[in-house]
């Protein structure tokens, strides 16, 4: 019973956590986003000087706004008007750390599959001036050991889009 009630709570603090860490933010089943009143530049350019200064490595930033537009034409056989994009800006950054994904995979080779983690920025159209900043929630496997890591590498992320968030504009 006890083991549960941790379990419970734990699970509870991964989950429900990050919603307290601006009176701005929301977690979506599998995503954590805060929302922030500045432009897309400011913001993605400080999501990125986030994770530099972390000792992180950028693999790749991809450009989702763009694609949603150069593919709007494709996606009208799909939908009835095509997909024209919500987005003034969007964009996403993959990294992975060394040190958590080696913890990862030392509690089960399975978990190779949280790296690369994803963090996000973007703009609506709807809103300009309003940039949300987010991150995918890694899951890890179902062990024990894997929970553990699983917790400190959402805090980890959640700790690059505060950061961010906390950056004055």
Do not use: W
């Not at 399975?110 to 001036?129: M, Q, R």
């Amino acid at each position: 019973m006890k083991k549960s009630l941790i379990a419970l709570i734990a699970t509870f603090y991964v989950i429900v956590a990050p919603t307290f860490a601006s009176a701005d933010s929301h977690v979506s089943p599998g995503y954590s986003i805060i929302k922030i009143n500045a432009g897309f530049d400011d913001v993605f350019s400080e999501l990125q000087d986030v994770l530099i200064n972390k000792g992180l490595v950028i693999d790749l930033v991809g450009h989702v706004d763009k694609m949603i537009e150069r593919t709007a034409d494709v996606t009208k056989s799909i939908t009835e008007t095509g997909s024209k994009s919500p987005y003034k800006s969007a964009k996403y950054v993959l990294f992975c750390s060394a040190k958590l994904t080696q913890k990862a995979v030392s509690a089960s080779p399975e978990n190779l599959g949280i790296c690369p983690y994803i963090v996000f920025a973007y703009e609506t159209k709807a809103e300009p001036g309003v940039t949300r900043v987010g991150y995918r929630q890694p899951i890890l496997g179902a062990s024990r050991t894997s929970h553990k890591v699983s917790k400190e590498v959402n805090a980890f992320l959640q700790s690059i889009i505060d950061e961010t968030a906390a950056a004055q504009y």
